[in-house]
């Protein structure tokens, strides 16, 4: 089975479908304004979920994502921000 970058399944066996995607999240990452900022502080202020988060605990960015959500007013896009947050925190 296809997985992201982040080990989560993709429900296509394609690598051209696997790769657009990849490509996609990249630019929907690079795209948000604010998205690093955000999650740099949310880290700073919460640098316990971090280290659970860089320890394998995948379901403590959690809390990282909801300080992230808080400061852009809803704004961001949770999803998103969790992939960034996996990807930040090697999750």
């Not at 502080?41 to 959690?62: F, L, M």
């Amino acid at each position: 089975m296809q997985q992201d970058r982040y080990e989560l399944p993709l429900t296509t066996e394609s690598d051209l479908a696997a790769s657009a995607y990849r490509a996609g999240i990249d630019c929907i990452l690079s795209a948000w304004t604010g998205a690093s900022e955000a999650l740099d502080q949310a880290i700073a202020a919460d640098p316990d979920a971090a280290e659970k988060v860089r320890s394998g605990k995948v379901a403590a960015a959690g809390a990282l994502v909801g300080a992230v959500m808080k400061a852009t007013k809803g704004q961001a896009d949770a999803t998103t921000v969790r992939r960034l947050v996996l990807e930040q925190l090697g999750g």
